[in-house]
């Protein structure tokens, strides 16, 4: 059987305004988690990764640990 991606799956948006959503693809150290280990679709892995940069720029996420 075929992991399916999370997005695909639930179908569920992407949004750089759900912090809680974005955190479970980030590691403590606060780096983006690679598509390997996420299981996630490319298009939605490119989401996921343009929302967490945004959501960072605009001071919704942090780009280092405190």
């Known amino acids: ?16 305004k759900n912090v809680l959503l974005l955190k479970k693809f980030m590691t403590p150290s606060h780096k983006i988690i690679p598509r390997r280990i996420t299981k996630l679709c490319a298009k939605h892995q490119r989401a996921i990764q343009r929302a967490i940069k945004k959501a960072r720029v605009i001071a919704l996420l942090p780009f280092v640990p405190d």
Request: aromatic share 18%.
């Open 1 to 16: 059987m075929i992991d399916r991606c999370y997005f695909c799956k639930n179908n569920e948006a992407v949004d750089y």
